[in-house]
């Protein structure tokens, strides 16, 4: 008996980001795609999210290869992480997503675990059981796939990141008459792109904001900064293009715009002359109505170049009234407050501001509703399940599909669910899922963080910490000396902060001395103290702290 065939993500569903698909059919897993997550102010400083990968752990042996769709990060920032986890057998990618690959990986010294191989439109490779095809398709980045897998039970297709723009500035318009030949196979499956499923009609070209773009420039009395996503790499040749007819000279300011354009520009991408692009440093010798910033920071990140540039921080530009500041980029959910702060700081530097709901200076990479449904009538899968998308987009986009009546069945998934098909019928399995989560990455420090340590940072953010020194003695069954609390981070009174102090000292010390091995509840002699101190706060102020108890040894 043929094994059944499976999909399922550890990432990307239901949310925005992390993209991290897998299909399954008897010893055989492909990986699609691999990306990040990236907090917003929720998340309390941290820098990146990155998937759970102790299921790919588990079945490293089974993993013949994983291929990416294209070069942005939420589809290939956790390659390097889980290339410390385990050894993949190959990936395949376009070029310019291997090279952005290569440098992550070089940056986290995994490059002797990576084996990666240019894959480009029409090309075919085998992986297991697997056959993958690659199929090109629009999108906001160079250089993006949709794949066409072949399994023992039938083909699926998956839409990648997408739109169809008939008139795209750079490149060619999406392979539709490859989508319609695959439709007269009898897709099984169809996994398709969901990010803009609440939205009617059909998307913008991205050729359709030039002249908007090029008004804005060629008016402007003075420095034109323009915050975008680095790997835009269609809008950064926009963008040059019009600084070249308006005399303006270009600049790049953050990292991450640096390594992009200079990638594309080396491997040919950008076809521009290279006096165009001046150094930074080098910006105070022109005038100031000569000037062009391409910036990081569109989504207010923070330690971004337009973060420091809106605090008059950078090294090399300062705000000036009459400066223009157009934000060529769409606001991702979760990032408003974050961008509102930049823009209102932008304005009190004196600076006039566009951005998308003002302006046409951005169009979506993304599929809108008609997009999604005329690649349904495509492909005409016989099953669909929705991806990329929060859960909202996916439900969205499974009404599309049923409303369609192109396919003879929708499903809704969340990351670890399992999708599978045993020849016969398909089904969500209720009895058995995949481990998933997230791994948090702060800093230099990317051994991760798990769940516990994040609620602690949000609980000290929220109410406060209070720390509790016992000393005590060499078994930890007699206090030295009374218990001592101090208190970080509350908004109230010193009397009150001084009360509170005071009641958790003598409260911590009952508790103490009145702990048994065997209480009710379960506790350690160091929860019973921290419940004891918890309860104090909560009874004064309505709040729950970090409390951290320490045990110090005499």
């Not at 900064?225 to 790997?231: D, E, H, K, R």
């Not at 005409?380 to 396919?407: D, M, N, Q, W």
Request: proline share 4%; net charge neutral.
């Amino acid at each position: 008996m043929q094994a059944p065939l499976r999909v399922m993500a550890l990432g990307g569903l239901g949310e925005i980001g992390m993209n991290l698909m897998a299909v399954e059919c008897g010893s055989d897993i492909l990986l699609i795609d691999c990306g990040v997550l990236f907090p917003d102010l929720y998340w309390l400083g941290l820098d990146l999210v990155v998937p759970d990968f102790t299921w790919l752990i588990e079945n490293e042996k089974k993993i013949r290869g994983l291929v990416v769709t294209h070069g942005h990060e939420d589809h290939i920032g956790a390659i390097p992480f889980l290339l410390k986890k385990i050894k993949l057998p190959i990936i395949y990618c376009s070029r310019f997503a291997g090279r952005l690959i290569t440098e992550k990986c070089q940056e986290h010294g995994v490059l002797d675990r990576l084996t990666i191989y240019d894959a480009k439109p029409g090309d075919r490779h085998d992986l297991g059981c697997f056959n993958v095809e690659f199929i090109h398709v629009t999108h906001s980045t160079l250089e993006t796939f949709a794949l066409a897998i072949e399994t023992p039970h039938g083909l699926i297709v998956h839409s990648g990141d997408f739109k169809f723009d008939e008139k795209p500035y750079q490149g060619p318009p999406s392979d539709k008459k490859r989508f319609k030949e695959l439709g007269k196979q009898n897709p099984l499956l169809l996994l398709s792109d969901s990010t803009n499923s609440e939205r009617c009609g059909h998307s913008q070209s991205e050729s359709d904001i030039h002249d908007e773009l090029n008004r804005l420039v060629a008016e402007a009395p003075a420095a034109v900064i323009v915050a975008l996503f680095a790997s835009n790499v269609h809008r950064v040749h926009q963008l040059m293009d019009i600084a070249s007819k308006t005399g303006r000279k270009v600049f790049l300011s953050g990292r991450s715009m640096e390594r992009y354009v200079n990638i594309a520009i080396e491997e040919n991408y950008l076809p521009v002359k290279l006096s165009l692009l001046q150094p930074i440093e080098e910006i105070q010798k022109y005038n100031r109505d000569e000037v062009m910033v391409l910036s990081t920071g569109s989504q207010g990140e923070a330690r971004s170049s337009l973060l420091r540039l809106s605090k008059n921080e950078s090294r090399w530009l300062k705000i000036f009234p009459e400066d223009v500041v157009i934000l060529s980029s769409r606001n991702i959910p979760g990032n408003e407050k974050a961008i509102s702060s930049v823009v209102n700081q932008l304005y009190r530097l004196g600076a006039t501001v566009h951005y998308e709901d003002m302006k046409n200076v951005h169009v979506s990479g993304h599929a809108y509703q008609s997009e999604q449904l005329e690649l349904l009538k495509l492909v005409k899968p016989r099953f669909f399940i929705p991806v990329h998308g929060e859960y909202r987009h996916l439900v969205v986009h499974s009404r599309t599909a049923r409303e369609s009546k192109v396919c003879d069945e929708a499903f809704v998934m969340e990351n670890g669910a399992v999708w599978e098909y045993n020849g016969e019928r398909a089904k969500i399995l209720e009895d058995f899922k995949i481990p998933t989560g997230r791994h948090w990455i702060f800093r230099e420090f990317d051994g991760g963080m798990d769940d516990v340590t994040i609620k602690e940072r949000r609980a000290a953010a929220r109410a406060g910490v209070v720390v509790v020194d016992c000393l005590v003695s060499k078994r930890a069954t007699e206090l030295s000396r009374k218990p001592q609390a101090s208190l970080t981070g509350f908004l109230s009174s010193e009397k009150k902060n001084a009360q509170m102090k005071e009641e958790i000292e003598r409260l911590a010390e009952d508790a103490f001395n009145q702990w048994r091995p065997d209480n009710p509840d379960g506790l350690t002699r160091e929860q019973a103290v921290a419940v004891a101190a918890r309860k104090v706060v909560r009874k004064t102020l309505d709040a729950k702290p970090l409390v951290i108890v320490n045990f110090l040894n005499v």
